[in-house]
């Protein structure tokens, strides 16, 4: 246990085979080499994100925070940290601080550059549009509009949570074509959970604080549309103000979603478009952000005013990998450990919806766990399974 707070430790990158160290030194050259390869970007940037690179990989924090609207924030976030090696930090901390330090070097935040607001994963969101993977997500969706509405829910709630396999910085080099395109094995399926505190009585708004661009935001949108069918009063979604994580979606990525739902000849799809668009407009689907996602921080360090929302939301689904390494603070827990215990301090319901691609697990049944590791040892990290934990 870490002695400060009674919690284990947080992972770190300095351990040489682990999964966050890769992430930093096989994953990473692969993304920026990515993104030289998508712009044209003039000499001054391509070199900022090659030093970047670097310095990630065998350099020192820098005291400055990076310059934008979110300065004092990461002025705060990085005293810690200033002038300690990369290598030394917690593995969320310097991933959160490299996508930061990414759209410094692209020049995002710079009213004097040109390149001001190109989100530089884009090309990357962008190709997942009409890519045959959508198509046939697509065409499944529309196969579900006979199915009664309760059973469809309970189908897109999965869809939401196979939808997070689809993760472009995951694949950046892990999944090779063909891949963990299907439905695997799911370890935990709290879904009936979800259910009835979906079907609580009550007005209070759904939040799901979204992952990914491209087909997993689609399938999440599918699941809000079901979840206003099906007796939700209002939906919020939570979204990314910025870039980060290379496919986190935005609010710009949304807006492209129901385009792309437009424009593919799917009918299911373009009648869910018009849906979501009317949903949008009558405030029963909000959009919203917040600068917290794009920190470094956990859960337990929410701000007060979406501390207070998720106190009185129905029910929190967060979806994704990220999202759950914050709901656990990232830290090296014994996988059994229950996860009501884990999620305890949260304010409200939560449900995690997540396929694993990080060292990290809780609340898996001892004798599961044993099994898991015995017949698939990359079980955390390969993405090919996935949970629903709940707690009320
Ligand atoms: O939140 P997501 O999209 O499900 O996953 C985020 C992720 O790609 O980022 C980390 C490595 O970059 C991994 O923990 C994880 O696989």
Redesign the pocket.
Known sequence: MDDANGLPPRIGIDRPGS?SRS?FHE?HPVLIANLLEDFPYPPRIRAELEELLAESLDGTVPAEPPPGPDTAAWAAQLAPYAGKPWNDLPFLWA?AYFYRRLLDAVQYFDLSSPWRGVDPFAPQKGRQHDGPEMLRDLDAYAALAETDPAERRRSLLHAALWG?QA?L??RTNNLQAGQGESAGDVVVDDSDAVAELLDAPGHAPVIVVA??AGR?ITADLALIDSLLETGTTAVELHLKADPF????ATGQDVLATLDALDSIPNEPAGTLATRLREAIGTGRLELRTHGFYTLPSTYRELPADLATEFAAAKLVIL???????RLTGDREWDPATPFDTVASYFPGPVAAL??A??DLAVGIDPARLAELDQDTPDWR?S?THAMIQVRR
């Open positions: 999964f992430v994953r991933e997070n993760d910085g995951f992952d990914n997993e994580f290379v496919s986190d979806k994704g990998d990220l999202n759950y390494r997540r396929t691609k990080s990290t993405g």
